[in-house]
T-cell receptor, first 111, second 116 residues
Framework: QQQVKQSPQSLIVQKGGISIINCAYE??????FPWYQQFPGKGPALLIA?????SEKKEGRFTISFNKSAKQFSLHIMDSQPGDSATYFC??????????FGTGTRLTVIP | GAGVSQSPRYKVAKRGQDVALRCDPI?????LFWYQQALGQGPEFLTY????????KSGLPSDRFFAERPEGSVSTLKIQRTQQEDSAVYLC??????????????FGSGTRLTVV
């Protein structure tokens, strides 16, 4: 059973556009929601994370929006650049649980 | 070291062969995790160590998989009698935090195992 459902599977965005990736979860005990960025041949790297006591967190061009009642969270990449082309994974966990990953979104930013 | 180091980067094994994958975590990191990433999928948990103690091995897919971290630093994931379905990237992550909820994970670049 997939603990975290992620969409879309792939995304193509023009340079300068906004990339939006969505995730949904069922386990209301989850209290930590990170996003990871993975380039080919590399391991996932933490991009940004949020806890459910806030509805939004922004770091540079990356923003997480969190909707606790809907059990959904999303990643917004503003002013998308070709260097942002990578696979993005949402994830969720509690302190005592393992990190559960979504299935990934392959983002391509075209110049 | 500066990051989590995994070796080898690539391993091709004949079906039935035993393999050993190594992970060198960041020095001083208490917690170490192994994940399996199938092609086009997200990483899936295999096992978790806190220092030398293996606290959770619930994600290991069969008794052919075995992991150890005898001195609380370097860890080895061993797969016996490899099968084609074992083909995947095996990722190691470490963190200084003594919890396993994903906080402060640093992942290595992984070992890509191909079983032929």
């Amino acid at each position: 059973q997939q603990q975290v459902k992620q969409s879309p599977q792939s995304l193509i965005v023009q340079k300068g556009g906004i990339s939006i990736i969505n995730c949904a979860y069922e386990n209301t005990a989850f209290d930590y929601f990170p996003w990871y960025q993975q380039f080919p041949g590399k391991g996932p790297a933490l991009l940004i994370a949020i806890r459910p006591d806030v509805s939004e967190k922004k770091e540079g061009r990356f923003t997480i929006s969190f909707n606790k009642s809907a059990k959904q969270f999303s990643l917004h990449i503003m002013d998308s650049q070709p260097g942002d082309s990578a696979t993005y994974f949402c994830a969720a966990s509690t302190g005592a649980n393992n990190l559960f990953f979504g299935t990934g979104t392959r983002l391509t930013v075209i110049p | 070291g500066a990051g989590v180091s995994q070796s080898p980067r690539y391993k091709v094994a004949k079906r039935g062969q035993d393999v050993a994958l190594r992970c060198d975590p960041i020095s001083g990191h208490v917690s170490l995790f192994w994940y399996q990433q199938a092609l086009g999928q997200g990483p899936e948990f295999l096992t978790y160590f806190q220092n030398e103690a293996q606290l959770d091995k619930s994600g290991l897919p069969s008794d052919r998989f075995f992991a150890e971290r005898p001195e609380g630093s370097v860890s080895t994931l061993k797969i016996q009698r490899t099968q084609q379905e074992d083909s995947a990237v095996y990722l190691c992550a470490s963190t200084s935090v003594g919890l396993r909820g994903g906080y402060g994970y640093t992942f290595g670049s992984g070992t890509r195992l191909t079983v032929v």
